[in-house]
């Protein structure tokens, strides 16, 4: 567990440090563990999942023009923000955005609520997953045919232009699996086996994350690493069915007319944030686990490009079994019905039923969904728990007894408000709080996470830890990317966002008013702290306003505010003015000022 060369030097600043009541903070065993989390952090459901159907419904190859443009001027840059700060801070996200802007302390939090929000529904897709894997091993698969007791009369094999027949596969997802209601307005009864599915996939994660990095480095060896396996195998089999090079010409081919469709950049910028985890506090949280002196951009550009290759991979892979689909079924390939889960859950595994050995692959397919699950879940929990573990040492582990014990309470609250996924409008309440999750909270995370970062706490201090980490600054792509580029296009794309919102639906079922009602107060249920965060931190600084803004837009404020009663060693904040402002833009200082708070 080196920490570099300064290593006992900088353990022995953070045991002593009057501001962190915790133990020094562990670090990866190796270097290669913290990429694999990484890896397996941004590559998840969202890589085979949302990003074939936000190509889909863009019109296919057209997206992926403005989902490339997005990975190089916000994906990568803002991905080596955000590593930057945790690895510098050594701090989760809300630690971590206190210290760099103490205005926007509550986008930290809002991170971790987000993160929280995303994990309590994300376990839903996990047990979907299981509950196929689990109804794979049967033959013929249960899906191949219309001969079950949940079928209707209205069930076919195959598509038909008749919009009142639904396939073997869809019949199976809606009334075997989920057995939907027809609408929010109809809860419907609990899931039985999906509640008890549920309660796996949590116990699964629990054993990802209990000993925090230590089980969870070991854990990404498999998880990261076998879902290429698997996905390359796919892809292999794939090629070779008849009808497949029509989807892939589809995947690949621009309409180019879809780039003036504002809706499709907004997506773009979207899926880049869901997938690499941009604004979830995630991979902050994980990077502040790492030595002092590591390598951030060699992370930065390993997790961003295998992330988004995965993403493309992924794209070849399902839409070869669009092409095959539509071989089948004689129609066009943006012709299919795909919408939301359905995706994975109904095109492909109707794709599996007809391929010989079919059996294997669905086992393999289903098995691999649960990997990708994984990786991201635990993500998203730990987020939660070294959040909570930075502000709550002393009092969780005297309450808890042992951390353990506290991340099975995380756990435990993060399944109990899942249960509604589970229940039979399930499916209505997974897609009302992704939309509202995935879609608004994370634009309006994003912007203020950058505004906090980019020019509150300013590109000089940030190239200037990076130097004092690796002993070079950021060369001027990323500095000019930070400073002006990501700043501006994210608010150009909130701004489209607001104006082209379009309210959640499902398939042709639009949520009611009050439902929409209920969207909005989930996403403002992450969105809120950040003005929350800006007010309580205006109260507690002293002085007048004015004194308090220019205080509040200082990095490392709040850190001296709280420190001030315990130590004499630096000046008390209320004498702080300009003259602080000043030292602060020195690299010296805030090196100084690094060693003494973290």
């Given at each position: 567990e080196c920490l570099g060369p300064n290593g006992e030097e900088w353990r022995r600043r953070e045991q002593t440090s009057?501001?962190?009541?915790?133990?020094?903070?562990?670090?990866?065993?190796?270097?290669?563990?913290?990429?694999?989390?990484?890896?397996?952090?941004?590559?998840?459901?969202?890589?085979?999942?949302?990003?074939?159907?936000?190509?889909?419904?863009?019109?296919?190859?057209?997206?992926?023009?403005?989902?490339?443009?997005?990975?190089?001027?916000?994906?990568?840059?803002?991905l080596y923000m955000e590593l930057t700060v945790g690895q510098y801070t050594r701090r989760g996200p809300v630690h971590a955005l206190t210290s760099v802007c103490p205005l926007l302390k509550g986008v930290g939090m809002a991170s971790v609520a987000i993160s929280f929000i995303m994990c309590t529904y994300y376990n839903v897709v996990i047990t979907w997953a299981l509950y196929y894997l689990f109804n794979s091993f049967q033959d013929p698969l249960p899906w191949h045919s219309c001969n079950n007791t949940w079928n209707t009369p209205n069930c076919t094999i195959y598509r038909t232009n008749d919009s009142d027949t639904y396939t073997a596969s869809q019949e199976f997802f809606r009334y075997r699996m989920l057995e939907q209601t027809n609408g929010v307005e109809d809860a419907g009864v609990l899931r039985w086996e999906l509640f008890l599915i549920l309660i796996l996939s949590w116990i699964l994660i629990y054993f990802c994350i209990f000993k925090g990095i230590k089980s969870t480095g070991k854990v990404v060896y498999f998880t990261a690493l076998f879902p290429y396996i698997i996905l390359i195998a796919l892809l292999i089999n794939n090629v070779q069915l008849p009808g497949a090079m029509a989807g892939i010409r589809f995947f690949i081919i621009p309409e180019?007319?879809?780039?003036?469709?504002?809706?499709?950049?907004?997506?773009?910028?979207a899926q880049i944030f869901n997938s690499i985890g941009i604004g979830f506090g995630s991979l902050l949280a994980m990077s502040s686990y790492n030595s002092f002196n590591n390598?951030?951009?060699?992370?930065?550009?390993?997790?961003?490009?295998?992330?988004?290759?995965?993403?493309?991979?992924?794209?070849?892979?399902?839409?070869?079994?669009?092409?095959?689909?539509?071989?089948?079924?004689?129609?066009?390939?943006?012709?299919?019905a795909v919408d939301g889960p359905g995706l994975v859950f109904v095109i492909y595994p109707q794709a599996f039923s007809t391929m010989p050995v079919s059996q294997l692959w669905a086992v393999l397919f289903f098995f691999m969904l649960l990997c990708l699950g994984l990786d991201s879940e635990f993500a998203m929990v730990e987020v939660m728990v070294t959040s909570l573990m930075d502000e709550f040492y002393r009092p969780l582990i005297k309450?808890?007894?042992?951390?353990?014990?506290?991340?099975?309470?995380?756990?435990?609250?993060?399944?109990?408000?899942?249960?509604?996924?589970?229940?039979?409008?399930?499916?209505?309440?997974?897609?009302?709080?992704?939309?509202?999750?995935?879609?608004?909270?994370?634009?309006?995370?994003?912007?203020?996470?950058?505004?906090?970062?980019c020019w509150c706490y300013g590109v000089k201090r940030l190239s200037d830890?990076?130097?004092?980490?690796?002993?070079?600054?950021?060369?001027?792509?990323?500095?000019?990317?930070?400073?002006?580029?990501?700043?501006?296009?994210?608010?150009?794309?909130?701004?489209?966002?607001?104006?082209?919102?379009?309210?959640?639906?499902?398939?042709?079922?639009?949520?009611?008013?009050?439902?929409?009602?209920?969207?909005?107060?989930?996403?403002?249920?992450?969105?809120?702290?950040i003005p929350l965060g800006a007010i309580h931190t205006l109260w507690v600084l002293p002085g007048s306003l004015m004194e308090k803004l220019k205080l509040s837009i200082t990095p490392f404020a709040l850190n001296e505010k709280s420190d001030d009663k315990k130590t004499d060693m630096l000046p008390a904040v209320s004498v702080i003015g300009s003259d602080w402002t000043s030292r602060l833009s020195t690299s010296s200082t805030e090196k100084d000022l690094h060693q003494t708070y973290f």
């Open positions: 009057n501001m962190d009541p915790a133990p020094s903070r562990p670090t990866w065993s190796r270097q290669i563990e913290f990429t694999l989390a990484g890896i397996g952090c941004a590559v998840g459901l969202g890589n085979v999942w949302r990003f074939p159907y936000l190509c889909y419904r863009s019109g296919g190859g057209a997206f992926l023009v403005p989902y490339l443009l997005m990975l190089v001027v916000l994906g990568i840059p803002l180019w007319h879809r780039l003036l469709d504002e809706t499709v950049w907004v997506n773009a910028a390598n951030v951009l060699k992370d930065t550009l390993t997790i961003a490009i295998i992330n988004s290759l995965t993403s493309i991979l992924a794209g070849f892979v399902i839409f070869s079994a669009f092409g095959y689909m539509s071989h089948l079924q004689r129609v066009d390939v943006d012709k299919l309450f808890f007894k042992r951390k353990e014990l506290f991340v099975l309470a995380v756990c435990a609250v993060a399944f109990l408000f899942g249960i509604p996924c589970v229940m039979q409008v399930g499916i209505y309440v997974f897609q009302l709080m992704d939309h509202y999750t995935a879609i608004v909270s994370i634009m309006f995370l994003a912007f203020f996470e950058i505004l906090a970062t830890n990076l130097e004092e980490m690796t002993g070079k600054k950021a060369n001027i792509y990323f500095r000019f990317c930070w400073l002006i580029v990501a700043p501006v296009l994210i608010t150009v794309l909130l701004v489209f966002s607001v104006i082209q919102f379009t309210p959640a639906r499902y398939g042709n079922y639009v949520f009611p008013q009050w439902a929409q009602g209920v969207g909005w107060v989930i996403a403002l249920a992450s969105i809120i702290w």
